[in-house]
């Protein structure tokens, strides 16, 4: 699975003249080595043509393909980075070890690196492999990402199934005084509980008022009667993410608080329609933006529709006015349209979908409409 997804990334990398790759991003280093320590760097060269990518290897019948870390991960590379070197960092800085092992590729060249890779390793490596030239090739490391493979989608249907069955859950814990901060901490332990590593985000549970801020601060609000309540939350299940959010209602809501609910639920099932490889994901956005601003509210739909979820709760494609990316099978994206009144409501209403050929595949399946507690 590594090999192949290296190879990939080789012939990803051939057009654009660069002679070694170099990442450090703790969701790459995973996706194309296989290490699980996060602190490392991986340093591959590029060979020039694709089918040499096939062959390419050591004296020792190894890949050419080196892993750079201290002696709190020697032995983790040993046995989770199968068919590359460990090169241990002794006493030197990441920079210096690259730089040595730079030289015995080419005196000279161009280097591939991430996107987000830290400013302070960026500049360090520049000042100190000073005669290589280093290239942000972000958009070419991580394509591979974008489309799942089968072991990646059942990790993350078990990361969305975990999310379901919390949801669950805390429907027989919200009721009338209950805090924000309380069903936070419970939808967290409920998950972990049930074999999640760890949280893929800050849960976001905004009640009242607090619900008109997408990304709002858990507090210790106390839930009263007539509020709406959004509740965002994912977890990490053997690495791959997962990503939902519900609102409900406690007691009885206003009229236009239900009517607000029924044009976001209508604009989440209009772009779910629209899912299907092929598709320009600016286009999928305007199934749903488009809807909502018909209905006299496209004001308050300020972010994009959705995102890619895997390795990281952000990924790209995203479902945007701005992305013109055209989707594949397999793809992995959220579908979350949300109405927000300033100091007020709001409703966000977020499927998890996997992009197939002639449509798309559900994650999430927990109850859509409107549930009044």
Known sequence: MFVSRRRRLNDELVGCGVDVVIISSPSNLYYYTGFTGGEAFFVMPVEKRKESSRKAADSSGKEKGYVITDSRYYEQVEKECQNLTLLPLEGKGYSETVKELLKDFREKGIAAVEDDMNLLQYLKLSETCQD???????????????????????????????????????????????????????????????????????????SGPNSSMPHAKVTDRKIAKGDFVTMDFGCVYQGYCSDMTRTVAVGEPEEEMKQVYQIVLEANLRAMEGIRAGRRCDDIDGLARNYIKECGYGAYFGHGLGHGVGLDIHEEPRFSPKCKVITKENMVITDEPGIYLPGRFGVRIEDLVAVKKDGYETLSHSEKHLIVL
């Open 132 to 206: 290589y030239q280093f290239q942000v090739c972000g958009k070419k490391i991580n394509s591979g990402r974008m489309a799942k493979d089968a072991e990646e989608l059942d990790k993350i249907r078990k990361a969305e199934a975990i999310g379901d069955a919390a949801f669950s859950y805390i429907l027989g814990v919200i009721k009338p005084g209950t805090t924000e901060a309380d069903l936070a901490l419970e939808l967290e332990f409920f998950m972990k509980r049930q074999g999640a590593s760890r949280l893929s985000f800050d849960t976001i549970v905004a």
